[in-house]
């Protein structure tokens, strides 16, 4: 297991410290490691992350990497994945962004520890399908982020294109 870094250890106290928190670290700069650590730090034992499909893949390496515990995780490639991990056979679900749009009905009514958001920029459009599935009306409220003890967002790209682009995630943090 590699070592983090004593910004990544504070940014992981950070996290876990707070229920709803944001880490807008420029890209490279370790917030996976950050955000895994943090779930250690609460004791997470059902954790969900939401990623671009193409980072799915990465998380489980990320974990083997950077994590002290044992935590089994799975990419979810189908329902099956969803109920394992909602079955606590599973410790840790990897999805894609599109996958709450269509598992939102069974995710927005299970309560887990922790939702990592990576790649949050990705929910600057409060109108799409996939940020009404995670965020719900704007409060949080039927969306599957308000079923989650803890909630964090993770960009190094928090505006991509205009200052609204941070409503989601400030949202998400409790802020707004």
């Not at 954790?47 to 980072?55: N, Y």
């Not at 962004?97 to 929910?123: A, G, R, V």
Request: aromatic content about 8%.
């Amino acid at each position: 297991m590699d070592k983090l870094d004593q910004y990544q250890i504070d940014g992981a106290a950070f996290l876990a410290a707070h229920h709803r928190a944001s880490i807008f670290d420029e890209p490279g700069l370790g917030k996976t490691a950050q955000a895994i650590r943090a779930r250690e730090l609460v004791r997470a034992e059902r954790s969900l992350v939401i990623c671009p499909a193409g980072v799915r893949q990465v998380w489980p390496y990320q974990v083997k990497l950077w994590g002290r515990d044992n935590c089994r995780v799975v990419k979810a490639d189908s329902v099956f994945d969803m109920v394992a991990w909602q079955r606590g056979k599973i410790d840790m679900l990897v999805m894609s962004y599109e996958q709450p749009t269509m598992w939102h009905k069974d995710l927005s009514n299970d309560f887990f520890d922790c939702l990592m958001i990576d790649e949050s920029h990705y929910l600057k459009n409060p109108d799409a399908k996939r940020t009404k599935a995670i965020v719900g009306d704007g409060s949080g409220a039927g969306g599957i982020a308000g079923m989650a003890s803890h909630v964090w967002c993770l960009t190094g790209t928090p505006i991509k294109n205009d200052p609204a682009d941070l409503w989601v995630p400030l949202r998400l943090s409790g802020v707004t």
